[in-house]
Structure formats: structure tokens, C-alpha cells
């Protein structure tokens, strides 16, 4: 009986979770819908003699901007979004960072794939900046049964990036990974034909940050026991197949608007037909069966696998900003409120409050206390969210008072803790109010006006 009762409170919970995912998601989807729809009717509605003057200063501005993006100083900043994220171009006008990237004309927020693997990603974010086609590697392509090769950039969006001229890299969630794997890519010289070195990269910001995993993934279906498996019946197995289905269909006009980043692994159904189809829902094919997807590298045990091979540089500066929705009462950790938190979250920030790793689990690295890991923002636990921590963890210093840590010394993981859910700076702009205006503009000043880079040489912070 309890264990009937047990499994109706699971079918329940996954139920609720989905309504809600699959409602937030048709919101989204909706909501830049209907303003590109908004805009083209506003547009028609012109006189054309203002239609065109509109799009001749439209062309012009584009111009001007890429002109700016591409020539002189300062370096650029570059928006990286997390899981389930677009860059600029996909979803109409909509913006990921709620149009905080008009804060300064030298930002870029590139589309990356939004349910891909860090790797993949981060093989991505180098061509999109420097141009060519995507290489993600021949070892690796072949080790997770993907096409080498990838999406051409005709034109890189910086392609002058070097040592002399590094760039300032701002991550969300797991965007914060990404551009952490890169730059050790750079420094691994990982890129044929590019004399790269972790010097190519001047600073990096994490927002919410997944530096060290998070036990959501462990209620959304990734089995605790190895971090790399599905439970048979959760979210992530709906959502597996929603997107299996998506891709297969290539609708081009779909893809355009939003794609899961998938292109690579060529599930479409000209190329894999009915079988193809059979074959990666029932999960013998596909991104989902090699691994190469996003979910097992924000487990504990990918990220920490992750992690392993990941340095703190000595000439980058480093900037965290760790954000929680709960606190102690009587003990017990608990949501901070109720209204302050997105109804996408909430459930979540209750379930990982009251964590608990198996008993029949090894614990993911030797000293691990489910209580370290309670308070959260219902993506991500707040402990991995301040600095690298595991396998080792890396130099770091709690920022209370800005004008107490200038100036900044490179090398050192310097992080506060924001009372926040993990989507209160992005999407909707409105809901973090005067917040909103305080982090980016903190953010985009300290890249322009407080890092200088030392000269003096320091050893990386390795595993």
C-alpha cells in the first residue's frame, strides 16, 4: 500500500512538473510569436516613405554595429546562455539576458544549442567568434556518433580574437561551463590551425552559474546511482522525446525560430526515415543514447568528472554571483517565499530543500553532506554556484562590499550571494525591476573600468 501510494505521488508530481514546463514553455514561444506578429502589422501599417527610412536606419545601425563589434577596443563582452537558452536571432526578438546586451555596444549573445553537451557547445562558441565551420573534434565525434563538422560562420563575429585582443565572457547556469571548457581548450591549443592559449579570454562572469552540478537533476530523471542514465518514467524522458520528434519533423521555419542544437547528430527524417525514427525513441540512436547531451554534465558526477580537467588561470579575472530562494527555520531549510519565487521553480526549490542522496548510492565524492546542498534557486544548489569546488577547490573570496575587494587580483574566484531564483535576471526584465539595472551594470562596468591584467606570471589553479 505504501508503495502504490508512493508511485501515485510520482506519477502526480511528474504530471504537475510537466504542465507546468510544457505552460512556461508555450508562453515563451507565444509571447515572441505574437510580438514579431505585433511588429510586421505595425510595419504594414506604416506609410512606405517611413517604411523606408525606417529600414534604411535599420540597415545602417546594423552596419555600424558589426563594424563596431569587429574593429578597435574595448574588448568585447560575450552573453552565454544556459540550458534551454537562444542567443540573439532565434525566437524573434525576444531576448535570453532581457535586453540587457543594449546596455553596451560591444556585446554579443550568441545561439548556441540549447540542450547540447558543454563540449559541443563550446566547440560552437569558438567558430561563431574567430569563423569557419564547427569542428567538434574527430576523437569525439566518432567516440558519440556525430558528424565532425558542423555550421559554417562565413563571417566571425570577432574574428581578430587573440591574446592582444581578449574578450570578457558573462555565463548563465550552464553557459558558465562552456565558457570555462573553451577556455581550456584554448589553453590546450584544442583548435587546428589557432595558435590559441587561456590568455585569449580576459575575465569571466557567472550568473547562477552551474560550476559544480546541481541535485536537480536527479528529480527531473537522471539516476543518482551513475549520473549518466535515465529513470524510465520522468521529465527528462518527455522531454527526450519532444525534442527526438521536433528534429526528426525539420520543419524549417521551427528550427529556425528555436533549435535544440541537435543538427549535428542528423535525426531528421530525410536522413534516418520511419527506422531512424524507431530507433532513437526507443533509444538506440541519438544524442540521448551516446551521453553527448547536456543533463549528465550538470550532475555531480559529470561535473565533477568535468571539473577534473578544468584550471583556474592565473592572468583571468573571475566573478560569481550565487543565487538562492531559501532559509533557515528551526533548523530546517525551506523556501524563502512564496510569491518571490517563479511558479516554473517553486516546486523545485521545495524538493531540493529536502535532498537526500540514496542510501544505496555511493555519495559522489568523498565528504559529501546532503545539507551542503539545500540551499538552492530551484535550478541549482547555491554551494556550486560561488566557485569550482570539486574534484579540488579552487582560491575564492565572499564579496560583501565591492569597494572592500578593489582591486581585483586575477586568478581568484570572487562571488556573492544574491537573494533570487535562478530566471530572475533573464527573460523577463520586469520581475528583477531596479535589480536588474544593479547586476548588469555592475557587470558590464567592472569589464570596462576595473580589470587590468597583471603581468606577472602565476601558476593555474589544476586538478
Avoid at 357 to 362: D, E, I, Q, W, Y
Wanted: with cysteine; net charge neutral; charged share 20%.
Amino acid at each position: 500500500m505504501a508503495r502504490l501510494s508512493i508511485g501515485v505521488l510520482g506519477l502526480t508530481e511528474l504530471f504537475v512538473s510537466t504542465a507546468v514546463h510544457v505552460l512556461f514553455g508555450f508562453y515563451i514561444f507565444s509571447t515572441a510569436v505574437a510580438s514579431d506578429l505585433s511588429q510586421v502589422l505595425t510595419d504594414c501599417l506604416k506609410p512606405n516613405v517611413f517604411g523606408l527610412g525606417a529600414k534604411e536606419m535599420e540597415e545602417q545601425r546594423t552596419t555600424k554595429e558589426k563594424v563596431a563589434v569587429l574593429e578597435g577596443s574595448p574588448p568585447p563582452i560575450v552573453l552565454v546562455h544556459g540550458i534551454f537558452g537562444f542567443g540573439k536571432g532565434r525566437l524573434g526578438g525576444l531576448s535570453y539576458f532581457a535586453g540587457a546586451e543594449k546596455k553596451d555596444d560591444r556585446v554579443l549573445v550568441p545561439d548556441l544549442g540549447s540542450l547540447t553537451s558543454i563540449h559541443d557547445r563550446a566547440r560552437e562558441l569558438f567558430y561563431y567568434l574567430k569563423g569557419g565551420q564547427v569542428d567538434y573534434g574527430e576523437e569525439h565525434s566518432r567516440t558519440f556518433g556525430h558528424s565532425q563538422f558542423g555550421k559554417i560562420y562565413e563571417q566571425g563575429h570577432y574574428p581578430s580574437w587573440d591574446e592582444q585582443h581578449p574578450i570578457h565572457f558573462v555565463g548563465h547556469s550552464a553557459g558558465v561551463q562552456v565558457i570555462r571548457v573553451l577556455q581550456q581548450m584554448l589553453a590546450d591549443k584544442a583548435f587546428s590551425g589557432y595558435n590559441t592559449s587561456e590568455d585569449w579570454v580576459m575575465s569571466v562572469t557567472s550568473l547562477s552559474g552551474a560550476l559544480n552540478g546541481t541535485t536537480r537533476t536527479y528529480y527531473d530523471g537522471m539516476q543518482p546511482e551513475c549520473g549518466r542514465s535515465m529513470k524510465p518514467i520522468c521529465l527528462l524522458q518527455l522531454c527526450r522525446l519532444g525534442v527526438i520528434v521536433y528534429d526528426w519533423l525539420d520543419i524549417a521555419w521551427f528550427k529556425n525560430y528555436y533549435n535544440f542544437g541537435f543538427d549535428h547528430f542528423q535525426m531528421g527524417w530525410r536522413k534516418t526515415g520511419i527506422t531512424g525514427l524507431a530507433d532513437l525513441l526507443l533509444g538506440n540512436t541519438g544524442p540521448f543514447a551516446s551521453g553527448d547531451w547536456i543533463l549528465p554534465d550538470l550532475t555531480l558526477q559529470g561535473s565533477l568528472e568535468l571539473n577534473s580537467r578544468l584550471c583556474t588561470f592565473p592572468n583571468t579575472f573571475y566573478f560569481s554571483y550565487a543565487t538562492k530562494r531559501t532559509r533557515r527555520i528551526f533548523g530546517l531549510t525551506v523556501p524563502s517565499s512564496i510569491l518571490g519565487i517563479h511558479p516554473l521553480l517553486f516546486v523545485r526549490v521545495l524538493q531540493m530543500c529536502q535532498w537526500h542522496f540514496p542510501t544505496n548510492a555511493s555519495p559522489p565524492y568523498k565528504g559529501y553532506r546532503d545539507e551542503d546542498w539545500a540551499d538552492n534557486d530551484g535550478a541549482l544548489n547555491t554551494i556550486s554556484m560561488t566557485h569550482p569546488r570539486l574534484p579540488i577547490e579552487h582560491p575564492s573570496l565572499l564579496v560583501v562590499d565591492d569597494s572592500k575587494c578593489h582591486p581585483l587580483q586575477p586568478g581568484i574566484w570572487y562571488y556573492k550571494i544574491i537573494e533570487a531564483d535562478h530566471i530572475f535576471f533573464i527573460v523577463n526584465r520586469e520581475r528583477a525591476g531596479v535589480q536588474f539595472d544593479l547586476l548588469y551594470d555592475g557587470i558590464f562596468q567592472r569589464c570596462r573600468k576595473h580589470v587590468v591584467r597583471s603581468s606577472t606570471p602565476i601558476l593555474p589553479i589544476t586538478h
